[in-house]
Nanobody, 124 residues
Framework: VQLQASGGGLVPAGGSLRLSCEASGLPFSSYAMSWFRQAPGTERELVSAISRSGTSIYYGNSVKGRSIISRDSTKNMMTLVINALKPEDTAVYYC??????????????????WGRGTLVTVSS
């Protein structure tokens, strides 16, 4: 199983970013997908999650109202767009796959596979 996250980089505050996660080696449509992020010295936090069918979606308070998560099962791809970026969005962003969809702080316990992460740096 491989989850390849991409799209990170240096972005000015107020800008937008599109993160992608390409999955291979697993039946993509059978897994719920999620994005977590981890800033230095902090715990990994759930940013957003999407169910297997894409009909259930969760956004953490930190990105709610300025993010859109989506998935394309024909491409085995999940995407997260974050708008109005803030310096506090700076973190390594990880994509995860889980056998079931959850929403809430304990989601991290149910992630079966992790991608390597992509660094997002928002400059003020």
């Amino acid at each position: 199983v491989q989850l390849q996250a991409s799209g990170g980089g240096l972005v000015p505050a107020g800008g937008s970013l599109r993160l992608s996660c390409e999955a291979s080696g697993l039946p993509f449509s059978s897994y719920a997908m999620s994005w977590f992020r981890q800033a230095p010295g902090t715990e990994r936090e759930l940013v957003s999650a999407i169910s297997r069918s894409g009909t259930s979606i969760y956004y953490g308070n930190s990105v709610k109202g300025r993010s859109i998560i989506s998935r394309d099962s024909t491409k085995n791809m999940m995407t997260l767009v974050i708008n109005a970026l803030k310096p506090e969005d700076t973190a390594v962003y990880y994509c995860g796959a889980s056998e079931a969809y959850y929403s809430g702080p304990d989601y991290i316990k149910y992630v079966a596979y992790w991608g390597r992460g992509t660094l997002v740096t928002v400059s003020s």
